[in-house]
């Protein structure tokens, strides 16, 4: 089961964090990924990080969001600063199955959380 929180509304420039909680299995065997979807449009890939840590992000992210992991909390986390109207989503954590590869595309992903509602505006 995969839990996120820590969205919200703030406006243009702001910062946020989501922190995504993982009950069950471990973190450590997975591939871990957020994702958006706003009104209208397809579920698109954020970033992602690895078994071993290693991280990718979407083009459009350009430095502003940090993706992480503690494995000990079994918790992932996006960092987003410089928030544009344009990151309005809902924001999505999402695991692979046991050692499944990082992709930012979802269809690489068998577990989703419920979403947590991120809201930019002008």
């Known amino acids: 089961q995969l839990v996120e929180s820590g969205g919200g509304s703030v406006q243009r420039g702001g910062s946020l964090r989501l922190s995504c909680v993982a009950s069950?299995?471990?973190?450590?065997?997975?591939?871990m990924g957020w994702f958006r979807q706003a009104p209208g449009k397809e579920r698109e890939g954020v970033a992602t990080i690895d078994r071993g840590g290693k991280t990718t992000y979407a083009d459009f992210v350009q430095g502003r969001f940090t993706v992480s992991k503690d494995n000990a909390a079994n918790t992932l986390s996006l960092l987003m600063n410089s928030l544009q109207p344009e990151d309005t989503a809902m924001y999505y954590c999402?695991?692979?199955?046991?050692?499944?590869?990082?992709?930012?595309?979802?269809?690489?992903?068998?577990?989703w959380g419920q979403g947590t509602q991120v809201t930019v505006s002008s």
């Open positions: 999402a695991a692979t199955r046991t050692f499944g590869n990082p992709s930012l595309l979802k269809d690489a992903y068998s577990y």
């Open positions: 069950g299995n471990p973190i450590t065997s997975r591939s």
